[in-house]
């Protein structure tokens, strides 16, 4: 039997000093309530600032909140955790379950892995998020570790993740900026290379995937994998770019979000189900 989506002890609310630590969350039109709360969680090394020009383009009624990992902006000061069961532990404590406004995820590549597994751990505590979103990352279940790049030196290490395309072009241009955040990218990559799959359940939420026709890192076909992991509504979205489609087609991305976000939404306020399997896009 499907969860239900819509009793207010499944929606999320974070108290103010959660909100300053791990929250960089817009300002939304004055005078507007959010009707859905978007949290948002970035790529390996990024902070949640990668975020922020989002509010002024997705609808009106959906606030984004970017997730800020320790180690990086405003938390610089801070050791960056290395395995991904830190993260969850820190963000379930953090997030309280009490009434406030129906809540919804959305990752790139790692930030995709931390979303998954974040709401499945709600899950495991009887709320769910509204909607998943995973942009640019292959399903768990068939992350083998390819790769073990964290053990590399420093030089190795940036080689390797700009042959992979795993950097933004505008980070490799300025190398003090990228020592300084080293630290944080080795430490993510070690959570992500270290993570192991456990099969559980597919959730009830929809999910929407996300990828990059020219992503070598995560085909289209891969990420069509993604509809194994809900009994909801399924779609895959392929936008123009490689690994950084978020940069090159953000406006195609943001667009596609909104509407989605919004039509869950509206469907879950009509008493609609989810359980259909929806085709890929």
């Known amino acids: 039997m499907a ?7 499944r929606v999320l609310a974070l108290s103010k000093e959660t909100d300053r630590m791990w ?3 817009a300002v939304a039109a004055p005078a507007v309530r959010p009707r859905v709360r978007l949290f948002c969680f970035p790529y390996a090394g990024a902070s949640a600032s990668i975020f922020r020009p989002w509010q002024a383009e997705v ?3 959906i606030q984004v909140c970017g997730v800020q990992l320790p180690g990086r902006g405003g938390r610089f000061a801070e050791a960056p955790f290395s395995r991904l069961s830190q993260i969850l532990d820190a963000l379930t404590e953090s997030l309280h ?7 919804a995820f959305f990752g790139h590549c790692m930030g995709a892995l931390i979303a998954f597994e974040l709401a499945r751990r709600l899950r495991r505590e009887g709320r769910e998020p509204l909607h998943l979103i995973v942009s640019a990352l292959r399903p768990p279940q068939l ?10 030196s420093n030089e190795a290490f940036v080689a390797a993740l700009a042959a992979l395309n795993g950097l933004p072009q505008e980070l490799m241009q300025e190398p003090e900026l990228l020592n300084m955040m080293l630290p944080a990218l080795r430490a993510d990559f070690e959570a992500c290379e270290t993570y192991q799959y456990r099969y559980e359940p597919p959730l009830h939420c929809p999910i929407s ?4 026709r020219n992503d070598p890192r995560s085909t289209p076909e891969e990420m069509a994998l993604w509809r194994a992991h809900t009994v909801a509504t399924f779609s895959c979205r392929v936008f123009p770019g490689n690994h950084f489609f978020l940069d090159s087609a953000r406006k195609a991305v943001l667009s596609a979000l909104s509407v989605e976000l919004l039509g869950t939404l509206i469907r879950r306020e009509h008493g609609g189900n989810f359980q259909s399997r929806g085709a890929s896009k």
């Open 3 to 9: 969860v239900d989506t819509m009793s207010e002890s």
């Open 23 to 25: 929250l960089d969350c």
């Open 59 to 61: 609808h009106q009624d």
């Open 97 to 103: 379950g009490a009434p406030d406004v129906p809540f």
């Open 143 to 152: 992350r083998e570790p390819r790769y073990r790049l964290h053990l590399l």
């Open 209 to 212: 995937c996300y990828g990059g």
